[in-house]
């Protein structure tokens, strides 16, 4: 009887691990096949053609240095809408709002965090880029504004609810002392509780950061795709072409082997290291957190 | 956006099919066709191929068809890899490819089935009526920026094409940006905005007075304005439709092929004759396209 359940623990036990490594196993999978198929693009290409200014793929124009600014674009004007919104929701939810108005917008937030983008994108180019065009006088709508305003939607649920938990995990007594001293509402938030979450509240960014820059759909949908060298302040008021929107839409009909086809996975390696540095920085913030509190605690 | 309409046109033609023999669906067994023919290709055809392959399995019931889209490059690659036994193309097969086809062992036979004009479209407040090719040659290679110097308003103009992978943004860089010089390498200009369906581009043109764009005559709405194209500066400028494709006079239209693996048998050339017949080339000229026979 021992013996048996021995086993079983042993068997369980096993299915666990496997599962927990099998992350790490695909990951690493993952990360090979990107390599293996994207970094024939340096033979294939010189590497003064891979980081030009000009990509025209049927052409054999490979420089992708557009597409990687034209990403960083999109993602920074996402984060002036998501950061200061985000923030200021979480806020309101996890200090200001009564219970009831809180049980009405966790739920709400988090639905838009269940919105499919391609929906998002279908408004975008219905109803934001005609007003985009008209309210601005711009040349056209399908702009990098506009995708960083979906984005900015998307990153927005992410980083409310991260936020609002480290909020909320805030010792009462950080508050209480702050008002005891006699500082006002406004005063304990701004100088007390948010920066006592200091570290969740950035990797709440960091992760809504993660979240805009993988987004294709509804950034393909609105940014117009035009393959331009962005220059100064003023490219955000002009179309750009992301680095996800030209995998998506280039990889269904290349050649596999061809350059383009290399090409296309190297841009993959790029976004991928994109998103790992970006984790990388959230997880090593999240770490210093529980570091703090629990020095706090002893 | 194309593999859902693709798998959508795939299982539009697989319910038609299904639905077309009531009776012998509520026997249980849907009817045992004697021949399967898979046609894949151009994303400007499947619509046409479509439509074609409904009637055809409506009045042929022994003859089931399945019709995919993916490009035409996607078709005649997967013609010379065998697995289609007709491949629809917008464009005419290249050398390279036929000599692949020679190398595996057979040789691709052409047959145009249509004609496509390509029409250039903008918005309807946008004044100007008429443009040559040398100015649409211009417009595309980014150096004609404004509305004005073609005879318009005051406007900045924004240029709308295809995205690269489609067979009518190759047609139009051959044709109407390197006018048909093969040795000239100009492309587009970069700030044209690529767009990733022709819904796109309807979109945006019917709310854009700067845009200019381009796409098959049978995808255009009553909502944007056809511009007429001269092939010399000055004129004459001719507006795209089946007459004027027909006697040549409109400066951009191309044929609409298929392709087949050798020269075709049975339920295959029975299928490719019926094509040109006037009953499908009817439907044809209901979709918007030109026929290649007169009624």
Same mark, same amino acid.
């Given at each position: 009887?021992?013996? %048996?359940?021995?086993?079983?623990?042993?068997?369980?036990?096993?299915?666990?691990?496997?599962?927990?490594?099998?992350?790490?196993?695909?990951?690493?999978?993952?990360?090979?096949?990107?390599?293996?198929?994207? &970094?024939?693009?340096?033979?294939?290409?010189?590497?003064?053609? /891979?980081?030009?200014?000009?990509?025209?793929?049927?052409?054999?124009?490979?420089?992708?240095?557009?597409?990687? &600014?034209?990403?960083?674009?999109?993602?920074?004007?996402? /984060? =002036?809408?998501?950061?200061? =919104?985000? &923030?200021?929701?979480?806020?309101?939810?996890?200090?200001?709002?009564?219970?009831?108005?809180?049980?009405?917008?966790?739920?709400?937030?988090?639905?838009?965090?269940?919105?499919?983008?391609?929906?998002?994108?279908?408004?975008?180019?219905?109803? =934001?880029?005609?007003?985009?065009?008209?309210?601005?006088?711009?040349?056209?709508?399908?702009?990098?504004?506009?995708?960083?305003? =979906?984005?900015?939607?998307?990153?927005?649920?992410?980083?409310?609810?991260?936020?609002?938990?480290?909020?909320?995990?805030?010792?009462?007594?950080?508050?209480? @002392?702050?008002?005891?001293?006699? @500082?006002?509402?406004? %005063?304990?938030?701004?100088?007390?509780?948010?920066?006592?979450?200091?570290?969740?509240?950035?990797?709440?960014?960091?992760?809504?950061?993660?979240?805009?820059?993988?987004?294709?759909?509804?950034?393909?949908?609105?940014?117009?795709?035009? !393959?331009?060298?962005?220059?100064?302040? %003023?490219?955000?008021?002009?179309?750009?072409?992301?680095?996800?929107?030209?995998?998506?839409?280039?990889?269904?009909?290349?050649?596999?082997?061809? !350059?383009?086809?290399?090409?296309?996975?190297?841009?993959?390696?790029?976004?991928?290291?994109?998103?790992?540095?970006?984790?990388?920085?959230?997880?090593?913030?999240?770490? %210093?957190?529980?570091?703090?509190?629990?020095? &706090? /605690?002893? | 956006?194309?593999?859902?309409?693709?798998?959508?046109?795939?299982?539009?033609?697989?319910?038609?099919?299904?639905?077309?023999?009531?009776?012998?669906?509520?026997?249980?067994?849907?009817?045992?066709?004697?021949?399967?023919?898979?046609?894949?290709?151009?994303?400007?055809?499947?619509?046409?191929?479509?439509?074609?392959?409904?009637?055809?399995?409506?009045?042929?019931?022994?003859?089931?068809?399945?019709?995919?889209?993916?490009?035409?490059?996607?078709?005649?690659?997967?013609?010379?890899?065998?697995?289609?036994?007709?491949?629809?193309?917008?464009?005419?097969?290249?050398?390279?490819?036929?000599?692949?086809?020679?190398?595996?062992?057979?040789?691709?036979?052409?047959?145009?089935?249509?004609?496509?004009?390509?029409?250039?479209?903008?918005?309807?407040?946008?004044?100007? *009526?008429?443009?040559?090719?040398?100015?649409?040659?211009?417009?595309?290679?980014?150096?004609?920026?404004?509305?004005?110097?073609?005879?318009?308003?005051?406007?900045?103009?924004?240029?709308?094409?295809?995205?690269?992978?489609?067979?009518?943004?190759?047609?139009?860089?051959?044709?109407?940006?390197?006018?048909?010089?093969?040795?000239?390498?100009?492309?587009?200009?970069?700030?044209?905005?690529?767009?990733?369906?022709?819904?796109?581009?309807?979109?945006?043109?019917?709310?854009?007075?700067?845009?200019?764009?381009?796409?098959?005559?049978?995808?255009?709405?009553?909502?944007?304005?056809?511009?007429?194209?001269? *092939?010399?500066?000055?004129?004459?400028?001719?507006?795209?439709?089946?007459?004027?494709?027909?006697?040549?006079?409109?400066?951009?239209?191309?044929?609409?092929?298929?392709?087949?693996?050798?020269?075709?048998?049975?339920?295959?050339?029975?299928?490719?004759?019926?094509?040109?017949?006037?009953?499908?080339?009817?439907?044809?000229?209901?979709?918007?396209?030109?026929?290649?026979?007169?009624?």
């Amino acid at each position: 009887m021992n013996d %048996q359940n021995a086993r079983r623990e042993f068997v369980i036990t096993w299915i666990i691990k496997l599962s927990g490594y099998s992350s790490i196993l695909f990951v690493c999978l993952i990360f090979f096949f990107l390599l293996r198929e994207g &970094l024939p693009a340096l033979v294939d290409t010189s590497l003064a053609s /891979l980081f030009g200014t000009r990509w025209y793929p049927i052409e054999n124009y490979f420089g992708i240095l557009p597409l990687v &600014l034209g990403s960083l674009v999109v993602t920074l004007g996402a /984060l =002036l809408i998501s950061v200061p =919104l985000g &923030l200021i929701t979480a806020i309101y939810i996890s200090e200001v709002a009564s219970r009831w108005e809180k049980e009405i917008l966790k739920p709400l937030i988090e639905l838009l965090a269940g919105l499919p983008s391609v929906v998002l994108g279908f408004l975008g180019i219905l109803v =934001l880029v005609p007003f985009l065009r008209r309210f601005l006088d711009l040349p056209t709508g399908l702009t990098a504004l506009a995708g960083s305003i =979906l984005l900015g939607l998307i990153a927005i649920p992410t980083i409310v609810s991260i936020s609002e938990d480290a909020l909320n995990s805030v010792p009462h007594s950080y508050r209480e @002392a702050s008002l005891a001293l006699g @500082a006002t509402r406004w %005063q304990t938030i701004w100088r007390s509780t948010l920066p006592a979450a200091r570290s969740g509240v950035l990797t709440a960014i960091m992760l809504g950061v993660g979240r805009a820059i993988g987004e294709t759909m509804a950034v393909m949908m609105v940014t117009g795709n035009a !393959p331009v060298m962005p220059q100064g302040l %003023q490219a955000l008021f002009r179309p750009v072409r992301t680095m996800t929107a030209t995998i998506a839409s280039e990889m269904g009909e290349v050649a596999n082997g061809s !350059p383009h086809y290399h090409v296309l996975f190297f841009i993959g390696i790029v976004l991928f290291v994109f998103s790992l540095v970006v984790n990388i920085t959230a997880s090593s913030i999240s770490n %210093q957190r529980r570091k703090r509190s629990e020095r &706090l /605690l002893s | 956006m194309k593999v859902l309409a693709t798998l959508i046109a795939t299982l539009i033609v697989a319910l038609l099919a299904g639905c077309s023999q009531p009776g012998a669906a509520k026997s249980g067994a849907t009817p045992n066709p004697s021949a399967y023919i898979q046609n894949k290709g151009s994303d400007t055809m499947v619509n046409l191929a479509l439509a074609w392959a409904e009637r055809y399995q409506q009045k042929h019931a022994q003859v089931s068809l399945s019709v995919t889209g993916g490009g035409s490059g996607t078709g005649i690659t997967s013609l010379l890899n065998g697995t289609v036994d007709i491949a629809n193309a917008s464009r005419a097969i290249t050398a390279a490819e036929i000599q692949t086809a020679k190398t595996n062992g057979f040789e691709p036979v052409e047959f145009s089935v249509a004609r496509d004009a390509i029409a250039v479209i903008v918005n309807p407040e946008n004044p100007v *009526k008429h443009l040559s090719l040398q100015q649409l040659s211009q417009i595309y290679r980014g150096e004609i920026n404004n509305w004005q110097v073609v005879g318009g308003e005051n406007r900045p103009i924004v240029r709308l094409s295809r995205e690269t992978n489609s067979g009518t943004h190759v047609y139009f860089l051959e044709t109407v940006i390197r006018l048909g010089n093969s040795n000239d390498k100009a492309i587009f200009s970069a700030d044209t905005l690529l767009l990733p369906s022709s819904e796109g581009i309807i979109a945006e043109l019917r709310d854009n007075p700067n845009a200019i764009g381009y796409d098959g005559l049978g995808y255009v709405t009553p909502e944007v304005k056809v511009i007429a194209v001269s *092939k010399q500066d000055g004129g004459p400028y001719i507006l795209p439709s089946a007459a004027t494709v027909d006697d040549k006079t409109y400066p951009i239209a191309r044929d609409l092929y298929m392709y087949t693996h050798g020269q075709p048998s049975g339920a295959i050339k029975d299928y490719l004759d019926w094509v040109v017949s006037p009953e499908a080339q009817q439907i044809v000229t209901d979709l918007g396209f030109v026929p290649i026979i007169k009624k």
